[in-house]
Structure formats: C-alpha cells, structure tokens
C-alpha cells in the first residue's frame, strides 16, 4: 500500500543549528513534493515545492531535497531560530491523474533558545 | 489580500444534529479542496473541487458527508447525523489552478465537536 511516513518524535534542537527532518514514501511515484509549515490552531502554510527531476531546491534558510531512487525527501532549515518551531508535513502529487495531494503527519520541531 | 476564510472557527454539537460549515477561498482560485485533521494525525482528504467539474468525493467518510460549491467560490461542508467519531479540525483549503505545482493555501479549520 502506499504510505508517506515522517518522523513522529519531535526534533528537539538548539539555536544556530541546522535542523533536518526527513519524508520518505513507499508505492508512489510524485511528480512534485511541497512541503508545508503548520502552527497549533493554523492551517499549513506552503513553503516549497520540488519536482521529480529537481535534486534540490532552496529558498532563504530552508533546503529540500528530492531522491527518487531513495525515495526520501530531505527537509534543512540553517541556522534555526526559536520561530522556526513547528509542525513541518510533507505532501505528494503524483504523476498520472491525481490532482489531490496526500500529506505526511508531520514532524514537529522544537529549536530551543 | 484576504486569504481562505473559514467559519465558524468553533462548532460544539450535540450528536445527531446536522452541521455546516463554510469556506471562502481566495477569489480566483479555481480548486478547493476539504480535509479533516484529528489529534495527532494526518490531513484527511475529504472532497475536491476543480472548477465546473464534477467534484471528486473519493475521500467522504460515508454519505453522512456532503459539499457544495456554489458559482465556483465560497463551498459549504454539511454533516447529517454527527457522530462523535466526527470531531476533527475541518480545513479547507484553494489553489490558483489546482495544477500539480499550484501551492494549497489553507484556511485556519473549524474544530468541530460533537458531545
């Protein structure tokens, strides 16, 4: 079946440090990967997108990565700040017909002072 | 501009009745999508709407659950009959075109909970 999996234990880290969280997906083959931001009580917030023929993709802090034949997503926000604590999900589109992505559970992370 | 409104953001119910809830989408976006979100798990998706296509209800729970979207803007989701098993963060969420790498903007859900 198929099975988008993300770390459930959350990622404690302290300030400056480099946090990375992980999406890895099993039975899928995406097209684009997007990867969101959600705070307690919001809904998700877009952060990226990377697409299957994409090794990396950066913007300001944040860096994805895409591995196909790993089929992992790799997540870095450099120099972390206390603001950067939250939920981070992962979501899939698939190539083919599905125009509905099917999101992670999401990795919480915890960037301490 | 003004993002996706979601109302109301608090619904308690008593099980048996009927709710509705409502979103707004960002003006232009063509695609809204439903999801549900309980503690401690994923989005759930729900329904999808794409323009005036016929929407996909691959993801309602069972026919307790149904959504319109009227003039291809704001949507209403309806729940007959709530059962507790109902209670969950509903999100709604648009996108420009609902192309593939088209961003979901989200709403902030309205937590139901049926008592």
């Known amino acids: 079946s198929q099975k988008i999996e993300q770390n459930s234990e959350a990622l404690n880290i302290q300030e400056g440090k480099t946090a990375t969280l992980t999406c890895n997906y099993t039975?899928?083959?995406?097209?684009?990967l997007q990867w969101y931001r959600q705070d307690p009580g919001r809904g998700p917030v877009f952060l990226l997108l990377?697409?299957?023929?994409?090794k990396e993709k950066r913007k300001e802090r944040l860096k994805v990565t895409f591995d196909t034949t790993l089929k992992q997503s790799l997540f870095h926000i450099t120099a972390s700040q206390p603001a950067d604590s939250a939920t981070y999900l992962c979501a899939l589109f698939t190539s083919g017909g599905s125009y509905i992505p099917t999101f992670g559970r999401g990795t919480s992370l915890i960037v301490h002072p | 501009g003004a993002g996706v409104s979601q109302s109301p953001s608090n619904k308690v119910t008593e099980k048996g009745k009927d709710v509705e809830l409502r979103c707004d989408p960002i003006?232009?976006?063509?695609?809204l999508y439903w999801y549900r979100q309980s503690l401690g798990q994923g989005l759930e998706f729900l329904i999808y709407?794409?323009?005036?296509?016929?929407?996909?209800k691959s993801g309602l729970p069972s026919d307790r659950f149904s959504a319109e979207r009227t003039g291809g803007s704001v949507s209403t989701l309806t729940i007959q009959r709530t059962q507790q098993e109902d209670s969950a963060v509903y999100l709604c969420?648009?996108?420009?075109?609902?192309?593939?790498?088209?961003?979901?903007?989200f709403g902030n859900g309205t937590r139901l909970t049926v008592t």
């Open positions: 990377i697409r299957e023929n994409e």
């Open positions: 003006s232009g976006h063509t695609a």
């Open positions: 969420a648009s996108s420009l075109s609902g192309e593939r790498n088209s961003p979901l903007h």
């Open positions: 039975n899928y083959s995406p097209a684009y």
């Open positions: 709407f794409q323009g005036n296509s016929a929407p996909d």
